[in-house]
Structure formats: structure tokens, C-alpha cells
Nanobody, 125 residues
Framework: QVQLIESGGGLVQAGGSLRLSCAAS????????MGWFRQAPGKERELVAA???????YYADSVKGRFTISRDNAKNTLYLQMNSLKPEDTAVYYC???????????????????WGQGAQVTVSS
């Protein structure tokens, strides 16, 4: 059974930093598609960042230059370093994964088969 367990959420002041972790078990996701989504109250879920292999990444325009996605294949863990946080970053953040390595310009929008339970990130002004 595949499980994705997020950790590292919390409350932080605007301008602060947080690092989310997503520990995967039940399957190895080395090099395959993984991503971070978020959903704020009353809004649709959106893709924040995605990664395939170790260096191919995608970022939503709203987080470019502030967030960094990375992975540790030895630990089967995905990370999201979030700096210069803004109140509009407040949301539940979800880790997602797929065993595929998709290609093409929209690789980051490929189906995500596995999802974590979510971690709350709250940024106060």
C-alpha cells in the first residue's frame, strides 16, 4: 500500500520560511513524477511545483523564485522549501506522485495517482 505522509506545515509570519516534507512508503518514486499542490478555502486545487528525475522542475508563476522543490531518492522523500512566504500562500498543501516519468511540454500536468493527506500552511500578515 502506497502512502505519502506530509510534515512541516504550520503557522509563520509573512516573509518567513517553512519546509514541507513528503515521505513515501510502499513504492519507490526515484526519478518519477512528484509534485506539490495546494488548496485555499473557496479556491480550486492548484499545482505549485513538480519534479521528475532530480533536476527537471516546474513552478507556478506565483511561487517562482520563492519555492524550491527537491527530492532525496535515498530517503524516498520529497521536499518543498518555501521562502518569503505571503498571506496568499495560506492553504492546505498536498504531496502527490505517480510512478511514470511523463514527457512533453505539459509533463507536470500528468495524472498523479497517489496523494498525501495534506498539511496546513498558514501565513499571517
Amino acid at each position: 500500500q502506497v502512502q505519502l505522509i506530509e510534515s512541516g506545515g504550520g503557522l509563520v509570519q509573512a516573509g518567513g520560511s517553512l519546509r514541507l516534507s513528503c515521505a513515501a512508503s510502499g513504492r519507490t518514486f526515484s526519478n518519477s513524477l512528484m509534485g506539490w499542490f495546494r488548496q485555499a478555502p473557496g479556491k480550486e486545487r492548484e499545482l505549485v511545483a513538480a519534479i521528475k528525475w532530480s533536476t527537471t522542475t516546474y513552478y507556478a508563476d506565483s511561487v517562482k523564485g520563492r519555492f524550491t522543490i527537491s527530492r532525496d531518492n535515498a530517503k524516498n522523500t520529497l521536499y518543498l522549501q518555501m521562502n518569503s512566504l505571503k498571506p496568499e500562500d495560506t492553504a492546505v498543501y498536498y504531496c502527490a506522485a505517480n510512478s511514470d516519468i511523463p514527457y512533453g511540454p505539459s509533463w507536470h500536468n500528468h495524472e498523479y495517482a497517489y496523494w498525501g493527506q495534506g498539511a496546513q500552511v498558514t501565513v499571517s500578515s
